[in-house]
């Protein structure tokens, strides 16, 4: 017998304009020109590190993937990285669910952010019904329309509304199951919500007055895949009842793989990883094993990649002895970019299980991958600016 489930059609979700918001973007957000605010020895090293890389990697067409957290976002970055994308210098942009929703929520809005701990306490934290219906319609006709999670939710914004299709243009097309199953199931679930919600054909508008900071919509703009790997639970939109798991996952298996195909191309690349303790280095070594698979069997290896970690804890641990060298062989004696090498360190780099460095998935994860691993604490704005200036002047 199954277990009972909560009903979210019963939940009072309240419009998204009565929601107070802690970051409004006008007033919040980063400039690309405005200056970083470190200029220690070590950001310093790292930084010039990864400008030269990141110059090579763009002679040689290789990838340059920037993955990063929410907080990205939400600290008002999205101009930073939308300049990052127009002059060249970005192949791909990975964020997680929340990522994906502060930049929707400032687009359509402005503001984003809201107080978690009062609104838990009155039942009313997540419950919004801009957010949770717009983006879980955009994922629903993104599946149907064979888009990935942060393609469909960037094309809701730049295009400022989706294409609702017809009942009788969806049943077609799930009658159609044996030429096209995937399209089908994906017709079917939308099938489901326009009834469930009554939504008529044709164009839906949807203003997005603030567009211009968003950098999934600039992303949907030029071309360059930016990919949502979220979590089921993990965000507000599951709390809507718009929301529907199996588009959910339709379009987030399509953007693993976009994200995958990426990795692929990361030989003499650059991944940069900026404040994900999970969602970058879980999707990344999934994704390069695959790659690493598909090579091998050709003969060569993805080795020449670097990848640059930056999160706001101290590290007390030397991550650096993973320099320059295929997962599995010994450890370096000397540290990267003329860094020294800490007194924790050891000959095989990797700290004991005893050692609260060992848990650090951000950083142990990526030790593991092969080529060269720096990590770096830093303010993912100050990493960001940094770069933007050195490679766009």
């Not at 340059?64 to 192949?91: D, S, Y």
């Not at 950098?215 to 929301?243: E, K, S, V, W």
Request: with cysteine; hydrophobic share 40%.
């Amino acid at each position: 017998m199954p277990f009972s489930q909560l009903d979210r059609s019963k939940l009072r979700i309240r419009p998204l304009g009565e929601r107070k918001n802690k970051v409004r973007i006008e007033r919040d957000h980063v400039p690309p020109d405005q200056a970083p605010g470190v200029s220690s020895e070590t950001f310093k090293a790292v930084i010039e590190e990864t400008l030269v890389r990141l110059r090579e990697a763009r002679r040689e067409g290789r990838s340059r993937v920037l993955a990063f957290g929410a907080h990205t976002i939400k600290n008002g970055l999205g101009p930073v990285l939308i300049r990052l994308m127009e002059k060249g210098w970005l192949t791909h942009l990975a964020t997680n669910g929340a990522g994906i929703i502060h930049d929707w929520e400032f687009a359509f809005q402005g503001e984003s952010s809201e107080d978690v701990r009062a609104n838990v306490a009155q039942g009313q934290f997540g419950l919004w019904q801009e957010t949770g219906f717009y983006t879980n319609l955009a994922l629903a006709v993104g599946a149907w329309e064979g888009l990935g999670y942060g393609e469909s939710v960037g094309s809701l914004i730049e295009r400022e509304g989706l294409l609702v299709p017809s009942e009788s243009e969806l049943k077609n097309a799930v009658a159609a199951v044996d030429h096209d199953p995937e399209k089908a199931a994906a017709a079917a679930d939308l099938l489901g919500v326009v009834r469930c919600f009554r939504l008529k054909p044709g164009w839906l508008k949807v203003a997005h007055p603030y567009k211009r900071f968003s950098a999934q919509a600039a992303a949907f703009r030029l071309g360059i895949p930016f990919t949502g790997h979220p979590m089921i639970g993990h965000d507000i939109i599951y709390c809507h009842p718009m929301n529907h798991g199996a588009a959910v996952g339709r379009t987030a298996l399509r953007d693993f793989l976009v994200f995958a195909d990426s990795i692929a191309r990361l030989d003499g690349g650059v991944y940069l990883s900026v404040g994900s303790a999970v969602m970058s280095p879980m999707i990344f070594e999934k994704s390069l094993s695959m790659a690493q698979n598909l090579r091998l069997q050709e003969g060569r290896r993805i080795e020449r990649h670097l990848m640059v970690v930056v999160d706001l804890a101290p590290s007390t641990w030397d991550w650096g002895v993973f320099a320059d060298r295929p997962a599995g062989t010994a450890g370096l004696n000397a540290g990267p970019a003329g860094l020294p090498i800490g007194k924790n360190s050891t000959r095989d780099g990797e700290p004991p299980a005893d050692n609260p460095a060992y848990y650090l998935r951000y950083c142990k994860t990526f030790a593991r991958m092969g080529g060269a691993m720096r990590y770096l604490s830093a303010d993912n704005r100050d990493f960001l600016l940094a770069l933007c200036h050195g490679l766009t002047g």
